[in-house]
């Protein structure tokens, strides 16, 4: 069944794009819960620090571009409800089933790729252009998935998709300049927290046991 996950990718990218998200969604869902529990992916004991990295960071890249934005926006809570889930589905399917098999940068690819709005050539451009920043934003999830588990990364998901709610944003070079900055500073900081592994004792007191 694992070895079907192209198939539920294009299902899920047809479905999200001509028929309803919602059915997108719960047709990821089933499949992504079948498929975890035959891989069981590792999910690893979370450390101190772990949260609160990922957390700032998540916070960070949504929250650095709100200054382009058109007004603020209040979303419904089924709204906020419906973002929080996706963001978890997502997780499941991208880093809980494709990062294994993939790796980080293949499964950041197909990501930016499902967020391809294929409705009109319009969105489709519009969409096109936000896929460095999809891009950026997978890679970041990954890597973060590689080091704790996808449980880790959905945490970062929901908060950047329920932050990102809060705002709409100007459709200029600049804000894509600013959104694109802000995923590449939270990339930064993932990296710099899970994967440096430091000897020298004030490194240690910054990053405190945060390498395998």
Known sequence: MVQAWPAALLAFTLLANFASPVLAYAVLLAYSGAGIVALR???????????AVVASSAALSALLTARFALTEHH????????????GVVEEMFFRGILLEREGVLMQAFYFALAHLALRDPISLVLSALLVPHYLLLGMTLGATASKRGFHLSAVFHVLYNVLSTQHMLAASPATLAAVVA??????LLVLVYFYSCPNRKPHKRILPGNCL
Request: glycine content about 4%; aromatic content about 4%; hydrophobic content about 55%.
């Open 75 to 86: 979303p419904s809570p089924p709204s906020i409800l419906f973002v929080a889930v996706a």
């Open 182 to 187: 802000a995923d590449a500073v939270a990339l």
């Open 41 to 51: 992916p590792p999910l690893r004991r979370l450390r101190a620090g772990d949260l």
